[in-house]
């Protein structure tokens, strides 16, 4: 049984929303800043990878670093929290690229 509250609901939850594993994975490699972010990503508006980093940084998955230059500099990279939801991450994504097709095709035959 999943409560409101329990554990694997928090992981569910925090996997489900659409933006959310699509960043982490983008900083697999390491800090970047959100224009390479935004790159990397493709089709995210710079104001909903902000609001993502923010999630990700309160749920502590993600961390950022100011730098003091000028132009000020900001790069964001994974915690070792972060780090330890890539293997799942990783793991849905083969999970899609295998059976994408067969669920684009149920949805198909159910329309």
Not at 26 to 46: M, N
Not at 55 to 71: C, D, F, I, K, S
Not at 77 to 83: H, I, K, M, N, S
Request: proline share 5%; charged share 25%.
């Amino acid at each position: 049984m999943f409560i409101a509250d329990c554990q694997a609901r928090l992981a569910f939850d925090l996997l489900a929303h659409t933006w959310n594993p699509v960043v982490l994975w983008a900083l697999r490699h390491g800090p970047a800043r959100p224009a390479d972010l935004r790159r990397r990503v493709g089709g995210i508006s710079s104001k909903v990878l902000n609001e993502t980093l923010r999630r990700l940084e309160h749920h502590g998955l993600v961390t950022h670093r100011r730098y003091r230059e000028a132009p000020p500099r900001v790069e964001y990279e994974l915690t070792a929290l972060g780090r330890t939801l890539l293997p799942a991450i990783e793991a849905l994504g083969d999970w899609a690229h295998t059976h994408g097709d067969d669920v684009l095709a149920a949805q198909d035959r159910h329309d």
